[in-house]
C-alpha cells in the first residue's frame, strides 16, 4: 500500500468518527426520565433531562393540546408507564418537531392552566423539566354561614401536615422505609382521632402521594383559619446512632442543638427537591417575624409543643428532654405551629418501629393525647371547648377594693374580660368598691 492510500484512508477513518460525533452532538442533552403526580387541585408532570436546553410551551385548540418544544434533546424513554386516570391527560406523545428539537404533545381531555418551571441538578435528582397543569374547572367549595350560636361555639381547627410527599420522598430508612409513606400514615390516623372528638376539627395540608412547597403549608393553614399547624416528619441524621422523637418549634435566633441545625437545613431544601419554583417571589417574612402576632404564636406553640413533648415521651424515647428550636421554613407563619419528628428512620430499631401500623397508631394517638390536653387546659375564645370549660366553672370570690377595674381583675385571674362579665352578668364596666365578683378557675 503507497503512502497516499495509507493517507486517504486515515482520513476517511477521521472523517467517519467526526460525522458520527457531529451527529451524537447534535443532541446536547436527552430526556431520560419521566414520573406524574395528580394533586387535589393540578397534576405534575416531571421530566428528567441530562442537560438543561431551552424549552418554548403553547396551546392548541380544537382538540385541546399542550405543545412542548425542546431545543437539542432527544428522547431516551416512553411515556407508556404513566398512569393517567384521574388527569386531564388523554396521552402524551413525541416527535422531531423542528429542526433540532424534540416536541412533546400533552392531548387534553378538558382545558388546563399550565406552569412549568426547570429545577437544577441537586443530591437526589438529576435536571428536571417540571409541569403543573392546574384544574380549570375546579368545583368551588361553598362556605355556609354559620349562626351566632355555631360562631361562639367553633370548633378547634387542627391542619395536619404531612412533611414531604410526590418526588420528594425524605428520609430513606432500612428495608427502603420513605419517610413521605411514614408520616402521612400517621397524619391520616391523627386526623381520624381528631375528627372523632367533639370540638375538633382537623384538616389537611396533603392527603396523598404530591408535593406541596413549604411556604404554600404554612400559607393554607392561615387560610383554614387554624388554630394550631401540626408538620410530621421522620427524618435522619448523618450518625446512624442518634435517636429519639423530639417536638420544634420556630426560633428567629438559631437552633438548640447540632442535629436541629442539621434537620433544619435539610427541611428547608426540600422545595429543591420536590419541586418549587422560587424565583421572583416576595415573602415579606422578615415583616411577619417581627410581628406581635408571630411572637404571640410562638409562645402558643411553645405550650403546646410541651404538652405533645410530654405525651410521647411516654411512647418513645426522646432526642432532648426539651422542646427544641430552629428555623424551618414550615413554621414560619403567624399560624401557631409545631414540627414533630416522631423519630430517626435513619436508626435501625426506630425505622423497625415506624414501619409498623400498629406503633404508628400508638404514635398518633399520643399526639392526639398531648393536643387534646393543651386545647383543653388553654380553649381559644369562642370555642366549643372554651364554652364546655367555662359553663360550669370552679369559682372563687374578689371583692373590689378602690381603683381596681375589670379588664385588671380579668388580667390578673387570666381570664378574657368577656368572661368575667357573663360569669358575673355584667352588661357594662361598672363597679364598685366592696362589690363581689365571682371569678371563674381552671
Same mark, same amino acid.
Given at each position: 500500500?503507497?503512502?497516499?492510500?495509507?493517507?486517504?484512508?486515515?482520513?476517511?477513518?477521521?472523517?467517519?468518527?467526526?460525522?458520527?460525533?457531529?451527529?451524537?452532538?447534535?443532541?446536547?442533552?436527552?430526556?431520560?426520565?419521566?414520573?406524574?403526580?395528580?394533586?387535589?387541585?393540578?397534576?405534575?408532570?416531571?421530566?428528567?433531562?441530562?442537560?438543561?436546553?431551552?424549552?418554548?410551551?403553547?396551546?392548541?385548540?380544537?382538540?385541546?393540546?399542550?405543545?412542548?418544544?425542546?431545543?437539542?434533546?432527544?428522547?431516551?424513554?416512553?411515556?407508556?408507564?404513566?398512569?393517567?386516570?384521574?388527569?386531564?391527560?388523554?396521552?402524551?406523545?413525541?416527535?422531531?418537531?423542528?429542526?433540532?428539537?424534540?416536541?412533546?404533545?400533552? #392531548?387534553?381531555?378538558?382545558?388546563?392552566?399550565?406552569?412549568?418551571?426547570?429545577?437544577?441538578?441537586?443530591?437526589?435528582?438529576?435536571?428536571?423539566?417540571?409541569?403543573?397543569?392546574?384544574?380549570?374547572?375546579?368545583?368551588?367549595?361553598?362556605?355556609?354561614?354559620?349562626?351566632?350560636?355555631?360562631?361562639?361555639?367553633?370548633?378547634?381547627?387542627?391542619?395536619?401536615?404531612?412533611?414531604?410527599?410526590?418526588?420528594?420522598?425524605?428520609?430513606?430508612?432500612?428495608?427502603?422505609?420513605?419517610?413521605?409513606?411514614?408520616?402521612?400514615?400517621?397524619?391520616?390516623?391523627?386526623?381520624?382521632?381528631?375528627?372523632?372528638?367533639?370540638?375538633?376539627?382537623?384538616?389537611?395540608?396533603?392527603?396523598?402521594?404530591?408535593?406541596?412547597?413549604?411556604?404554600?403549608?404554612?400559607?393554607?393553614?392561615?387560610?383554614?383559619?387554624?388554630?394550631?399547624?401540626?408538620?410530621?416528619?421522620?427524618?435522619?441524621?448523618?450518625?446512624?446512632?442518634?435517636?429519639?422523637?423530639?417536638?420544634?418549634?420556630?426560633?428567629?435566633?438559631?437552633?438548640?442543638?447540632?442535629?436541629?441545625?442539621?434537620?433544619?437545613?435539610?427541611?428547608?431544601?426540600?422545595?429543591?427537591?420536590?419541586?418549587?419554583?422560587?424565583?421572583?417571589?416576595?415573602?415579606?417574612?422578615?415583616?411577619?417575624?417581627?410581628?406581635?402576632?408571630?411572637?404571640?404564636?410562638?409562645?402558643?406553640?411553645?405550650?403546646?409543643?410541651?404538652?405533645?413533648?410530654?405525651?410521647?415521651?411516654?411512647?418513645? #424515647?426522646?432526642?432532648?428532654?426539651?422542646?427544641?428550636?430552629?428555623?424551618?421554613?414550615?413554621?414560619?407563619?403567624?399560624?401557631?405551629?409545631?414540627?414533630?419528628?416522631?423519630?430517626?428512620?435513619?436508626?435501625?430499631?426506630?425505622?423497625?418501629?415506624?414501619?409498623?401500623?400498629?406503633?404508628?397508631?400508638?404514635?398518633?394517638?399520643?399526639?392526639?393525647?398531648?393536643?387534646?390536653?393543651?386545647?383543653?387546659?388553654?380553649?381559644? #375564645?369562642?370555642?366549643?371547648?372554651?364554652?364546655?370549660?367555662?359553663?360550669?366553672?370552679?369559682?372563687?370570690?374578689?371583692?373590689?377594693?378602690?381603683?381596681?377595674?375589670?379588664?385588671?381583675?380579668?388580667?390578673?385571674?387570666?381570664?378574657?374580660?368577656?368572661?368575667?362579665?357573663?360569669?358575673?352578668?355584667?352588661?357594662?364596666?361598672?363597679?364598685?368598691?366592696?362589690?363581689?365578683?365571682?371569678?371563674?378557675?381552671?
Amino acid at each position: 500500500m503507497n503512502g497516499n492510500s495509507m493517507q486517504k484512508r486515515v482520513l476517511s477513518l477521521v472523517l467517519f468518527v467526526f460525522v458520527s460525533l457531529t451527529a451524537d452532538l447534535s443532541f446536547g442533552a436527552e430526556l431520560n426520565g419521566v414520573r406524574l403526580w395528580r394533586a387535589p387541585d393540578h397534576t405534575r408532570v416531571v421530566f428528567d433531562l441530562t442537560d438543561i436546553n431551552s424549552y418554548k410551551v403553547f396551546s392548541l385548540s380544537n382538540p385541546l393540546r399542550l405543545v412542548v418544544d425542546i431545543d437539542n434533546t432527544r428522547l431516551k424513554t416512553d411515556f407508556s408507564q404513566l398512569n393517567l386516570s384521574n388527569t386531564p391527560i388523554q396521552k402524551i406523545r413525541h416527535s422531531g418537531g423542528e429542526k433540532g428539537k424534540m416536541r412533546l404533545v400533552f #392531548d387534553l381531555q378538558q382545558p388546563v392552566k399550565p406552569n412549568s418551571f426547570i429545577l437544577k441538578a441537586n443530591n437526589e435528582h438529576s435536571n428536571r423539566l417540571v409541569f403543573d397543569l392546574y384544574d380549570r374547572n375546579k368545583r368551588k367549595v361553598v362556605i355556609k354561614t354559620a349562626t351566632r350560636v355555631q360562631q361562639q361555639r367553633r370548633d378547634v381547627v387542627v391542619v395536619i401536615d404531612a412533611g414531604h410527599g410526590g418526588e420528594d420522598s425524605g428520609a430513606v430508612g432500612y428495608r427502603k422505609l420513605l419517610e413521605k409513606d411514614v408520616v402521612l400514615d400517621i397524619s391520616k390516623r391523627l386526623y381520624r382521632l381528631l375528627d372523632k372528638e367533639k370540638g375538633f376539627r382537623p384538616e389537611y395540608t396533603r392527603k396523598g402521594d404530591y408535593y406541596i412547597g413549604l411556604r404554600k403549608r404554612s400559607e393554607m393553614a392561615r387560610d383554614k383559619q387554624a388554630d394550631l399547624l401540626v408538620s410530621i416528619h421522620a427524618d435522619s441524621f448523618k450518625n446512624r446512632k442518634a435517636h429519639g422523637a423530639s417536638v420544634f418549634t420556630l426560633s428567629s435566633n438559631g437552633a438548640t442543638s447540632e442535629s436541629a441545625r442539621w434537620l433544619a437545613s435539610r427541611e428547608n431544601s426540600a422545595d429543591l427537591v420536590g419541586g418549587v419554583e422560587l424565583e421572583n417571589k416576595n415573602w415579606s417574612l422578615k415583616k411577619t417575624l417581627i410581628s406581635l402576632s408571630m411572637n404571640a404564636s410562638i409562645d402558643a406553640s411553645q405550650q403546646a409543643a410541651d404538652q405533645v413533648l410530654e405525651s410521647i415521651g411516654t411512647l418513645s #424515647d426522646l432526642h432532648k428532654s426539651g422542646i427544641e428550636q430552629a428555623g424551618f421554613m414550615v413554621l414560619k407563619s403567624d399560624v401557631p405551629s409545631m414540627l414533630i419528628e416522631t423519630g430517626f428512620i435513619s436508626n435501625r430499631k426506630e425505622a423497625s418501629n415506624l414501619g409498623k401500623p400498629a406503633y404508628r397508631q400508638k404514635m398518633a394517638q399520643k399526639i392526639f393525647d398531648g393536643l387534646k390536653q393543651y386545647f383543653e387546659q388553654s380553649p381559644p #375564645d369562642g370555642t366549643y371547648l372554651a364554652w364546655q370549660k367555662w359553663k360550669t366553672p370552679t369559682v372563687t370570690e374578689h371583692v373590689i377594693i378602690r381603683g381596681e377595674t375589670l379588664s385588671e381583675i380579668a388580667y390578673r385571674y387570666r381570664i378574657s374580660l368577656e368572661v368575667l362579665k357573663k360569669v358575673n352578668r355584667l352588661n357594662g364596666s361598672s363597679i364598685h368598691v366592696g362589690q363581689k365578683l365571682r371569678i371563674p378557675v381552671s
